[in-house]
């Protein structure tokens, strides 16, 4: 009776301890997976967005509101949930300064 105890205690303790692995493991792949912005957004219509910037010295990458640091693809606040490209632009665009 008491060896059982013991091994059910462990058995618990090893599984509390697996929980935190997963969630993190689990924010990392979602946050991850947010879709790309695309042409027929609404927002992006609106905003003359395009993935390829036209503009010279003016793209995602260099502009204040991308979140994306050094990656291809970021965050952007004016599309909220979705990605855009590090060599995108849309007339919002502002110089980090
Ligand atoms: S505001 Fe426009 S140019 Fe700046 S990161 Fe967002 S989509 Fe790109």
Excluded at 30 to 55: G, I, Q, R
Excluded at 75 to 83: M, Q, T, V
Aim: aromatic residues 6%.
């Amino acid at each position: 009776m008491r060896m059982k105890n013991k091994i059910s205690r462990r058995n618990v303790l090893k599984s509390l301890a697996a929980l935190p692995v997963i969630a993190v493991a689990g924010y990392h792949a979602s946050a991850s997976a947010a879709p790309m912005v695309t042409a027929d957004d609404a927002v992006a219509k609106a905003l003359a967005y395009t993935d390829k910037s036209a503009t010279a010295g003016q793209s995602c990458a260099n502009c204040k509101l991308y979140q994306g640091g050094t990656a291809a693809s970021g965050p952007c606040p004016l599309f909220p949930g979705k990605e855009v490209a590090a060599a995108g632009w849309c007339k919002s665009w502002v110089t980090k300064g």
